[in-house]
């Protein structure tokens, strides 16, 4: 098991945004959470990289405690977060900012590979490469936020609502490259409103309400579930 959370509590004050969530991760799939907006999604997200500190329960990642590891212990362990709406540096260049995701890694050559490689996904990274990061396109900088997150070769990569306000041509474009990293063996926790599309690139699914776990299984179980389909597929 890559990840696992068990019995997860966070709380904003009063309020208890994670209510005993349990789920895991194994290596080489692709997990999405689903779930309508302040069901939990986000918050779970922040407590495992520790932007959220978590109340009660545990998150084990290669078989070691990192519940309250600080964020920059847990990027150094291997999880990369593409946090929602994308976050990058506006007024560095686009090349710039995709190095800043190789902070990690020593050797030149090997930032260079990580970059081309990041390149093959997302070949219009290379033609804006001098340009600053606040004159892309929103898409544009979703694939720049994917492309900085790979160049820390994670072991887990975590993508916080990667087709959030995109045109539906860009949101295939990504997907498609969600696709085309799970081939290469990387894997993948999803958080996505886009219920259809991220059930139909993950191998399994969980569904949040109000800060639980309502409804867990294989994607083509929770595809023709009748609650998912109902609540979440406009079926």
Avoid at 163 to 176: D, Q, R, T, Y
């Amino acid at each position: 098991m890559l990840l696992e959370i068990k019995n997860l509590i966070a709380c904003y004050g009063k309020f208890q945004a994670l209510r005993e969530v349990s789920l895991n991760v194994q290596k080489g799939e692709i997990v999405t959470i689903l779930g309508a907006n302040g069901a939990g999604k986000t918050t779970l997200v922040k407590s495992i990289v520790s932007l959220t500190k978590v109340t009660k329960g545990e998150i084990i990642f290669n078989g070691a405690q990192i519940t309250r590891l600080p964020s920059y212990e847990i990027f150094r362990r291997g999880i990369s977060l593409c946090p929602e709406g994308g976050g990058c540096f506006p007024d560095m260049s686009v090349y710039k900012n995709l190095t800043i995701g190789s902070l990690l890694i020593k050797n030149a050559s090997d930032i260079e590979k990580e970059y081309k490689q990041v390149i093959e996904l997302f070949p219009i990274l290379e033609k804006r490469k001098m340009q600053k990061a606040g004159s892309l396109s929103g898409g544009e900088r979703q694939m720049l936020a994917i492309g900085r997150a790979l160049m820390a070769r994670p072991e887990l990569l975590i993508l916080d609502e990667p087709s959030l306000g995109l045109a539906p041509l860009v949101i295939k474009s990504i997907f498609e490259v969600i696709e085309e990293l799970r081939k290469n063996g990387l894997t993948i926790l999803l958080i996505e409103q886009n219920a259809l599309k991220s059930l139909k690139v993950a191998d399994r699914g969980y569904v949040m309400e109000l800060g639980k776990i309502l409804i867990y299984g294989g994607s083509n179980v929770l595809i023709e579930d009748p609650t998912v389909k109902k609540a979440y597929l406009g079926m």
